[in-house]
């Protein structure tokens, strides 16, 4: 083996057959190989190996220079032609362009990867990601299986039992209207109260029964609140900006005057009925309020959840104040209120944040992420911010996609009318991707996924959703939805159906001339 350095004086000579030569330690300098081959025998080899072990065994690194990284850790790497396979394989880091016929297995290494770390052969590239999708797919499944028993074992009971009670506190409603608001609230919107109630099957066990409490009681007075702001009245707007101010006393309305050590006990209660043709309810909204207030209070992190759960409750208040039927005025004034909370670079259209702001899933999510005691700052934040818009728009968008046809007949607006015929599958299909990213970006992600998918599932599992105009929009937002879709889809259609046989079996019943019983009384 012969060779020069360009900065030496002297040629060196080729070594004679078993004669050694000293060897100058170059400062890592390059030395320049002009001549190597086998022909010259062992002798060579051996002086070959003897270079080879004295740089190995004495590196001196440059001085003043900063300590550079290995070649592996570059981010171009070098691609091998089938030529090369040999060197490819031993250092496990190069991409071959093709792998020649005769090539082992072991020899198609990818780049950044390890064959040894387990890299799929047949897709190299994919490996790694196909693994990762595999385990986030088994964690999510593992995310539903928990989060199913939890509910059906722990928490729906409990609804059963509170709205069993509010049923029977409804009923000694001195007001006949009022009365009956109550007991529809309760009846036609029950399946929003257990959907509200399945935020608490992620709480810890401990603290189960109080988050079911306060979700289900927020969800029930948001029921009879929004019933009561579609009544007639003299100035809609602040009947319904007073009526749903109550929500905000169920979540600790703040006092003017917080005291200075303690959590914030709020103001008292407010005539809520002030600016409402009917008053008289015998308390049943006040206990309602109550209910969720103490339940709320008691958890651990309601401190640090209540103000993002009370900006979620405002937004509420302004919507449904704002959210005028034909009968009651238009939505000037909703437009103008949604395009200033609209967030900036969002994308959205003043509908989308107002449907948002309508939302109560938000709340819900804040309620349950309270029964923890390590609930921080930031992720409430973080879960403020992907509920509204994109989470909670998504919500209230589907909803007044299955409620079109009713809310036509009885007078009031949708906002999905505002997309036109051909726009609403794109648009809502867009708000589901933006939503399920930011569902899995979300501390504890997999419980969010998870009811998003679930939210995803009630509302395309109804038979409105199966309607040739509504199939579209249905289909395209399914499509966003992943895996869990249809297993939630199948699990709200037998949840339904004890309530269609028994529609079936009342219905044929009213024909024969037998007496329908009440509706209040019967389970759906």
Not at 133 to 155: D, P
Not at 330 to 348: K, M, S, V, Y
Not at 459 to 483: C, I, M
Request: net charge neutral; hydrophobic share 40%.
């Amino acid at each position: 083996m012969c060779g020069q350095h360009e900065r030496t004086a002297a040629s060196l000579a080729c070594t004679a057959r078993g004669q050694q030569m000293a060897i100058d330690m170059l400062d890592r300098q390059p030395l320049e190989v002009h001549d190597a081959g086998l022909a010259r025998g062992t002798a060579v080899a051996q002086h070959v190996r003897h270079v080879l072990e004295e740089l190995a065994r004495h590196p001196r690194p440059p001085c003043g220079r900063a300590e550079r990284r290995a070649i592996e850790e570059l981010v171009t790497h070098i691609a091998l032609g089938p030529g090369n396979g040999p060197v490819g394989e031993v250092t496990g880091e190069q991409i071959h362009l093709y792998v020649k016929r005769r090539q082992r297995t072991a020899q198609r290494v990818v780049v950044g990867w390890r064959v040894s770390g387990g890299v799929d052969d047949v897709n190299a590239h994919q490996g790694k990601t196909i693994r990762r999708r595999t385990h986030r797919r088994l964690t999510l499944a593992a995310t539903f299986v928990h989060a199913a028993v939890s509910y059906w074992m722990c928490v729906f009971p409990r609804v059963c039992l509170h709205i069993a009670r509010w049923q029977r506190q409804a009923r000694r409603i001195p007001d006949p209207v009022l009365r009956q608001l109550a007991l529809a609230a309760l009846l036609e919107k029950r399946s929003n109260i257990e959907g509200a109630a399945a935020f608490a099957a992620f709480a810890p066990r401990s603290r189960r029964g109080e988050a079911t409490r306060a979700t289900s009681a927020f969800q029930a007075a948001y029921n009879l609140l929004d019933m009561l702001g579609e009544q007639p009245s003299a100035d809609p707007v602040l009947d319904g900006e007073r009526l749903h101010s109550a929500l905000l006393f169920a979540l600790g309305w703040p006092s003017p005057t917080p005291p200075a050590e303690g959590p914030d006990p709020g103001i008292g209660a407010l005539d809520w009925y002030e600016y409402h043709p009917q008053r008289n309810d015998g308390g049943y909204l006040d206990r309602l309020l109550e209910e969720c207030r103490s339940a709320f209070a008691s958890l651990p992190g309601h401190a640090v959840a209540a103000p993002a759960a009370r900006a979620a409750a405002e937004r509420i208040v302004a919507f449904q104040s704002l959210n005028l039927s034909e009968a009651q005025g238009d939505h000037t004034g909703l437009e103008r209120w949604a395009r200033n909370a609209t967030p900036r670079g969002a994308g959205l259209q003043w509908w989308e944040t107002a449907a948002a702001a309508g939302s109560s899933l938000g709340v819900h999510a804040l309620i349950a992420a309270a029964a923890d005691a390590g609930l921080e700052e930031r992720e409430a934040t973080l879960l403020e911010h992907a509920y509204f818009p994109w989470i909670g728009g998504l919500h209230s968008l589907l909803d007044n996609l299955i409620d079109k046809h009713e809310d036509e007949a009885a007078g009031h607006r949708s906002l999905v009318e505002y997309y036109g015929p051909e726009r609403a599958a794109e648009r809502m299909r867009w708000m589901a991707e933006q939503a399920k990213l930011l569902a899995e970006e979300l501390p504890h992600s997999g419980r969010h996924t998870v009811v998003l998918a679930g939210m995803i599932g009630n509302y395309l599992s109804t038979p409105e959703a199966h309607s040739r105009q509504l199939a579209p929009v249905g289909q395209a937002v399914l499509a966003t939805a992943g895996g869990l879709a249809r297993p939630t889809m199948l699990v709200f259609a037998l949840r339904r159906l004890p309530s269609r046989l028994h529609n079936t079996i009342v219905y044929s019943r009213a024909r024969r001339g037998h007496p329908a019983p009440p509706d209040v009384d019967n389970f759906r």
